[in-house]
């Protein structure tokens, strides 16, 4: 089930002896480390430590934060289980290595998330559909259950349960991608799908760049027993570890008390963008398109009511001051034209204003001209 070139993976010696070497007494001739008192001096700390090489699994006290927080939602997850990533997006691209060889059955929804498509064309994936209700007909099944990336959709208990169910019985391995569950604003079942995944194998992974800071680059992911050392070693293959001071920086926030505040606070912010920009779009894009207002996440997913390539527009929508995402690039194989991604948690109030007037203009003209296109072919 596994790549082939997992088989030649070895998990690296230095960083095995790197994980003990700040016990009491130890003396090292190992790593290249820096000398401590050669580190620069950070303000408001005098721990060298911050600035010095860490664990490929993560820094523990951060990784302990996790495990917490992935237990409470029901996963199978100790803290030996948790690593700390450079963002998800290497999450994804750590288990792209461990399954995906040129021509690897890899089941997704479609639509998905742009990004996770690029990396598994990169190691030579063939798409099959993932179906809810049926068992993948592929060894790895990707999915977003929880306010979807790009259509902002939340997966039914139901859902989830059966999926659960036909990754178990066909042995596919779930791969549950769930950087947006925090930010939620109508209930729904936010339990993720790993955590019915008892007896199988899995990998879950989250992000603190929506909830916290997108530049530190911090993700993290939680594994069945099964693949997290695989993962591991690949890790070390490819950056040793994330960054020390980004983890220490996120480990104050999550601990922190105010924390949970900051979640709410957080949802509430984007409910109220997430409503302006829906009553904005009543206005300009009423007749052009369909929409339903996502539970969560960041995203609004258009279908135009008069198909067209939206890709074709783009270039002159940000010449115009307005950008957005064509919906065809996140589809798998054939694309489905006439569908658009647009982000409502970053511009404000006026800009929203604009930039949907913009687009309204933008769109009613495209239809026009692809109307008489038609008219003409046909005469």
Known sequence: MLSQRIASLRPSPIREILSVIDRPGMVSFAGGLPASETLPHLAHSDDPALLQYGPSEGDPELRAAVSEQLRALGLDAPTERVMILSGSQQGIDLVSKLFIDPGTPVAVESPTYLAALQVFR?????????????????????????????????????????????????????????????????????????????????????????????????????????????????????????????????????????????????????????????????????????????????????????????????????????????GEEFFPDRPQLGTMRLNFSHADAADTERGLRTLATLLDGAADHHTEQTSFQRG
Request: glycine letters at 6%; a negative charge; charged letters at 25%.
């Open 122 to 326: 990169l190691y030579g994936a063939d798409f099959t559909n993932l179906d809810w209700d049926r068992a993948p007909t592929a060894p790895l099944a990707y999915v977003v259950p929880t306010f979807a990336n790009p259509t902002g959709r939340c997966a039914t208990r139901d859902e989830r349960d059966s999926l659960a169910r036909a990754c178990l019985d066909s042995g596919t391995t779930l791969f549950e991608d769930d950087p947006y569950r925090e930010l939620t604003y109508e209930p729904c079942d936010r339990v993720p799908v790993a955590a019915r995944m008892g007896g199988g194998s899995w990998v879950y992974q989250g992000s603190f760049s929506k909830t916290f800071a997108p530049g530190l680059r911090l993700g993290f992911l939680a594994a069945s027993e099964d693949l997290f050392p695989h993962l591991v070693m690949l890790k070390q293959a490819v950056d040793l570890h994330s960054s020390t001071l980004s983890q220490r920086l996120v480990l104050s926030a999550v601990t922190d008390p105010s924390w949970a505040q900051r979640l709410d606070d957080l949802a509430s912010f984007y409910r109220n963008r997430r409503d302006v920009f829906d009553d904005a779009l009543r206005r300009h894009l009423g007749g052009l398109a369909e929409w339903q207002a996502p539970a969560g996440g960041l995203f609004f997913w258009l279908r135009l009511t008069r198909p067209l390539d939206t890709r074709t527009l783009l270039h002159t929508a940000i010449d115009r001051g307005v950008a957005f995402m064509p």
